[in-house]
């Protein structure tokens, strides 16, 4: 919940990885400076790189800063004292009101994220109640673009629906976007709190708002066929940072762990 609550709160809740404050030089999710960044760096991922655009690397990063500056690990409500005594010293001089302002911001936030019931303790949930797998009609793979008529990778999983029906979260976050996106027609984007990007695609409306806390179950708008669509129905797309076009990753891993209703 910190490590949310800090990248929330430095970015003013886009959780944008590419982020730069050019009056400060602080860069990325958790808004390293390049000091900082340098000590306390680590590969969050795993993949053998360090970069501070790249979202795990970030997060993994500031906990180890965090951790540094706590001399151990915090509990969010047992420790809040020295959990508000870092955070100031995570948003600069820890003996001004500014930085004690933002601890206490930082906070607060954080106690938010908390009542989510946090991935990992709520899981993935079906985006679609009374469906399971059978009910996919195209995978994460090549296939010949029913609208535009070319072989061309479909970037997501699309699920047989009626029109209107409920979509659900299938992961606590908050909402990136929730609008009109090109041929997905109406789409709604959440930040999960796996730091992966859920998106929701050519629905017939939505039923959240940008910047808006969601709980896995939470039902974010409506089955539709908005967009290059041929039909009522899910498209269901998930993409890692820097969660552009081509970022996507198959979704089948999430909907296999997803709890049905």
Not at 137 to 166: C, Q
Request: with cysteine; glycine share 12%.
């Amino acid at each position: 919940e910190i490590l949310m609550a800090i990248a929330h709160r430095e970015t003013g809740g886009s959780f944008n990885p590419t982020a730069y404050n050019a009056s400060t030089g602080a860069t990325g999710l958790m808004q390293f400076l390049p000091s900082t960044w340098e000590a306390f760096k680590v590969d969050g991922n795993g993949d053998g790189e360090i970069n501070i655009y790249n979202a795990a690397d970030a997060i993994h990063s500031a906990a180890n800063y965090l951790r540094s500056l706590a001399g151990r690990d915090l509990d969010l409500r047992k420790d809040k004292e020295l959990i508000l005594e870092t955070l100031a010293q995570y948003g600069g001089n820890p003996f001004t009101q500014e930085a004690k302002s933002y601890a206490n911001e930082v906070y607060k936030i954080a106690t938010r994220f908390e009542v989510l019931d946090i991935l990992g303790t709520s899981g993935y949930i079906f985006p679609l109640k009374g469906k399971t797998l059978a009910n996919i009609t195209s995978g994460y793979e090549m296939r010949h673009h029913p609208t535009k008529g070319v072989e061309k990778m479909h970037t997501g999983i699309d699920l047989a629906a009626d029109n209107g029906e409920p979509v659900q979260a299938v992961c606590a976050g908050i909402v990136y976007y929730a609008g009109w996106y090109g041929d997905y027609g109406i789409t709604v984007k959440i930040l999960g709190q796996d730091q992966l990007l859920h998106m929701y695609c050519h629905l017939s409306g939505v039923a959240v708002r940008s910047e808006q806390q969601v709980e896995a179950g939470t039902t974010i708008g409506y089955v539709g066929s908005t967009g290059e669509s041929t039909g009522p129905h899910l498209h269901y797309e998930v993409r890692t940072s820097p969660y552009n076009y081509g970022d996507d990753i198959n979704p089948i891993n999430i909907l296999q762990q997803a709890k049905l209703y």
